[in-house]
């Protein structure tokens, strides 16, 4: 009623004509938007939105340019900034700028439209908490999304996004995670995670998930059937239950490190699939005997555990010989056959094309062999081999070709060797994440590895080092190094200091005649191994009470 009334004393382009011209929204709901907050305009058709929308908070409404009266229910200086904005099933090609004009906005959803990409100005909706943005045609996201701190809910399925970028760690209050069908990756690494959520067992394509660094106090309960790597390092995991391994049926690699698990159940066997276990760093004191049985395990590493009742240098002697002693003291005496594993079938194939193709594996391990043949590199042929295995051979040199692996090389083992130095072109493996060089013939290690700057782990024991390699002190995201049974005289306290990463540091079995005070600064250390050292101090039975006291003591008798 009251717009006909209005009708007669403003211009005939104005009003609700001119709206119905130039823009596909009708007034009536830009006003309601005012007085709401709220604005749905999903499924219209819209190819684009209008200008009017994003300056709904900022433009004067045209009924306060009629210079007339209004009612108490049309006052336009009290309306309400818009806080909540559907565009959902619209033909979106693009977003404008000025969507950073709608700072209020709590609620952001897009999704059903064209859109390839995102202004980077929606990293200004500072109060934004829920954005939507699946279905879609999204193949990255702009920078300016990781400054919405506030963000709690991100939905991104269904676009074309290869890969999630590391910045999403800095989205510090997302608790709704995002969901692809076709994402073969997720780093969650370094958030406060408490709890996975379950929308993670609908990646049906998931093959790799990091969840180092969090706040984790169980494994992920996943019925993710393709889940191949599982990495959950740096949490506080105490205990391993059945329920929590049942699901993980495909895995083939479990990093537990750095948590605090106290014993394995047997179902442990029920990764059948299992070839590498990480357990460094926890409080294990026994293992179970079922572990020895699993066909196709590779390398189980268990430095820094109380283990009792299993003999030093069985542990030393590495994972063949452990799992061999484990079957040993099954209750049947072990007298079950040896399991076949894919390289040990009756076959007249020595490479197992299989593992290269599918486990990203290229293993060539217990062969005795002076060189590693031609043949074993050319079975690659262009697959991503993302771990090596050369060890228990007769090499005396790295093999040069390894070089043709730099792009996804992230596990070498060249343990059991007879390597006396390691070339310098190794540097250029950039993606080496670990590397096991241990009972070699080294004694030192080229400054040139220190642009391994993704290195997380090195194994140097039961080598001829008689100094303690410095290259080391330069590799910042070292987290691990085992240098035990050398010749080391001593180490650079104030160096190691500056390994702010660093968390496990076995120096056992070497020359030290006397251990620097001020390694008792290194607080980042959870596993600090001295025993079987000429000095004198630390003493014995502070040894025995573990790393927190070792560093408290040395502290202690830092000069004031």
Known sequence: MSRFKRGAHVDSRAGFRQEKEDCPVPYGLLKAARKSGQLNLSGRGLTEVPQSVWRLNTDTPQEAQQNLSFGAADRWWEKTDLTKLLLSSNKLQSLSEDVKLLSALVVLDIHDNQLSSLPDSIGDLEQLQKLILSLNKLTELPSGLWRLTNLRCLHLQQNLIEQIPQDLGQLVNLDDLVTFKNLGMLDCSRNQLESIPPVLAQMESLEQLYLRHNKLHFLPELPCSTLKELHCGNNQIEILKADHLKHLSALSFLELRDNKVKSLPEEITLLQGLERLDLTNNDISSLPCGLGTLPKMKSLTLEGNPLRGIRRDVLTKGTGELLKYLRSRQPDGGSKEEPKTAMTLPSQAKINVHAI????????????????????????????????????????????????????????????????????????????????????????????????????????????????????????????????????????????????????????????????PELGNCTSLRALMLDGNPFRNPRAAILSKGTDAVLEYLRSRIPT
Do not use: C
């Open 357 to 516: 193709k599918t486990l990203k594996t290229l293993d060539y391990s217990e062969k005795h062999e002076a060189s590693i043949p031609d043949e074993v590199f050319d079975a690659v042929d262009n697959s991503p081999v993302a771990n090596v295995n050369f060890s228990k051979n007769q090499l005396m040199a790295v093999p040069s070709r390894i070089l043709q692996l730099k792009d996804t090389l992230a596990d070498i083992n060249l343990g059991f060797n007879k390597l006396t130095s390691i070339p310098v072109d190794f540097s250029m493996l950039k993606q080496l994440v670990h590397i096991d060089l241990r009972n070699n013939l080294l004694i030192s290690l080229p400054m040139e590895l220190e642009g391994l700057t993704k290195l997380r782990s090195v194994i140097l024991s039961f080598n001829r080092f008689k100094s303690f390699p410095e290259v080391l002190y330069h590799i910042s995201s070292l987290e691990t190094i085992l240098i035990s049974n050398n010749q080391v005289g001593g180490i650079d306290p104030v160096q190691m200091k500056t390994l702010n990463n660093l968390s496990t540091l076995d120096l056992s079995n070497n020359d030290i005649m006397q251990v620097p």
